[in-house]
């Protein structure tokens, strides 16, 4: 493993990769036009990808976890972590706690501090941070009510970076990693 390169990038579903800031269930769910060459990019950087979705209507019957973890493995994951909960029940994994993603590290042997979160919600940030994760936020989907209406919610934090959408957030991604091996190729 090259000491610093990106082990795993965590990316949320709706309004991250595609849909809307609404959740859109197995079947009716569209990507972005090019989120299958973004994702295949960061594959081919050796990055492990995985998504990590909240979807409380798994909780409420309209959906079902299999349903939602077989479209992403068809979409080109290496895993998907679901919070199935509302809001209320009160559990670990749902964004903003960082459940899903130390889950996904114990069972992957990752170090979060060399792992990348994408989102387009404040809650998606907040779980990068409480995990130790570099974290960019996405202005599709929910990304500008996160910039701007519930800021307070992740104040405070930074994100390392603020990505136009998917493809700019991967983009983002390669420039660092590439920077990461320029570095270590001068020492």
């Not at 992957?108 to 501090?113: G, Q, S």
């Not at 792992?115 to 995990?131: C, E, F, K, P, T």
């Not at 919610?153 to 660092?176: C, G, L, M, P, Q």
Request: net charge negative; aromatic share 10%.
């Amino acid at each position: 493993m090259k000491k610093n390169k990106i082990e795993a990038v965590f990316i949320d579903r709706d309004g991250t990769i595609g849909g809307t800031d609404e959740v859109l269930y197995p079947g009716t769910f569209e990507l972005f036009a090019y989120t299958h060459e973004a994702l295949n990019r960061l594959k081919k950087e050796g990055i492990k990808l995985f998504g990590f979705t909240n979807q409380p209507g798994i909780s409420k019957g309209e959906a079902t976890e299999e349903s939602f973890r077989n479209e992403m493995i068809d979409f080109g994951f290496d895993g998907v972590y679901i919070c199935p909960h509302q809001h209320n029940e009160g559990c670990n994994c749902r964004k903003p706690n960082p459940g899903m993603l130390y889950k996904a590290a114990e069972e992957n042997k990752l170090d979060l501090t060399r792992s990348i979160v994408i989102g387009d919600r404040w809650s998606d940030i907040v779980a990068g941070y409480n995990a130790g994760c570099m974290k960019v936020l996405v202005l599709t989907g929910a990304g500008q009510d996160a910039l701007n209406k519930y800021r307070h919610k992740w104040s405070n934090t930074e994100v390392d970076y603020i990505a136009r959408d998917f493809e700019d957030a991967v983009n983002y991604i390669i420039n660092f990693v590439s920077n990461i091996e320029e570095e270590k190729a001068i020492r």
